[in-house]
């Protein structure tokens, strides 16, 4: 037996293995998500080639094509490219958008620009600003209201809508609604400063109940800010109004008779024209004040083209500042009990250069003085319209016989006018092209005289129907009267179709 001295060699260091390179279907198991659409596609296409389909596969046929139905294919677009897509859709179709994911909730909401606030909690939780981060439009006037949900008595006013406690038992001159049902102040001032701060590119806002320090957040945030309508108005919150410098449109509610009462005199009137120098159009609605605050408006608000009085508690007098207003274009009244009861001296009210339209709906013209000297100050206007207005007989529409420059005349609701007293002034008018009667039953065709006939033939526009028996304006149908080239129709003709009436 023999013994070897040598121990067994042992290998240390083995040869080392060679890494097998990854074969595609690995790739292929380890990364299935860009190729998803890719295996759908091949396999559906698979299942429709020319082998008979078994009952097994149909049936996985139709969950491959459930399953493709359930890809989003919008993952694959951008926020910025859908958000593009989104804009370009009608309104109508865009609103129902928000329904489809959460994804296109929050897009949506993104292209709303304009909302009207409902409740106050909306805006105090942030909800608003997250949910819609880039209004410019905004309306706060009914969410600055608290309703009571349990009350089944529904008030509908132009301005606002809401509830009304329904232990109310009756219906009183000086009740105040909405003031009883205003938020605080200070809430009201906390929500501007949040929706200022949120969105800085806000251009148009509706407030109520608002201080002077909650419109100095807004005017300090909102440098773009240029439409406002602020409701329950008075002299101090103007103070806040006035750092709104590039303000234009502007509508200032003072009092509402049922809904609530508040102060605007000369104090606030001159405030708001020192400091909102860029007004274009103004708007006073139950709104005090005399000729000093109506002057400081015309003499620093020097580019205000439109000017509408409804409502209005002016002093005496006031008409006379018109003047001033050197580049008024528009001046409109609406549901005013008075014009101006003593206007003064007819050479201290002056008159309105620039002014074009004047304006009268639902107003009460029974004063012949004050009618006079409105038309006095507006005598260079060409467009008068007057809708609806009690009082206005022959007697006071004779006072318009001053403004000759007049094109169009409209008239409708003065039942008091006759035809008389509607052709005294239409011959005074040497300018005129464009004439519309309605609803004014004192004016009869028959009445029509022939030089009344004669103006009607050379009209650019005419619109008659003083009342529903009226008859000329059908038997005028086709002879060219009320259009361009009227003027050739001959004067025999239209006395021929007036005698048939």
Partial sequence: MSFSSEKPTTDLNPPLKKKRSPSWSDLWLKNTKPLKHVVFAMQLQSLSGPPTPTKDSKTKAENLIRNFAKIDRTLLLSDELLLKILSKLPDSQRNPNFLVCKRWLNLQGRLVRSLKVLDWEFIESGRLIARFPNLTHVDLINGCIITPHNSSIWLNHCILYMH????ISGFFPSWRICEENLLPVEIVDRGLKALASACPNLRKLVVVGASELGLLSVAEECLTLQDLELHKCNDNVLRGIAACENLQILKLVGNVNGLYTSL???IGLTILAQGCKRLVKLELSGCEGSFDGVKAIGQCCQMLEELTLCDHRMDDGWLGALSYCENLKTLRFLSCKKIDISPGPDEYLGSCPALERLLLQKCQLRDKKSIRAMFKVCQAVREIVVQDCWGLDNNIFSSASVCRRVKLLSLEGCSLL??????????SFKELQHLRVQS??????????????????????????PD???LLASSLAGTGVGKKGGKFFKKSQTLKLLSDN
Avoid: Y
């Fill in 164 to 167: 009304i406690n329904s232990e």
């Fill in 418 to 427: 006759t035809t008389q007293g509607l052709e005294t002034v239409l011959l």
């Fill in 264 to 266: 605007v005199s000369d």
């Fill in 468 to 470: 529903t028996k009226s």
């Fill in 440 to 465: 004014c039953k004192h004016i009869k065709d028959c009445e029509v005289s022939p030089a009344l006939s004669t103006l009607f033939s050379v009209m650019k526009e005419l619109k008659w129907r």
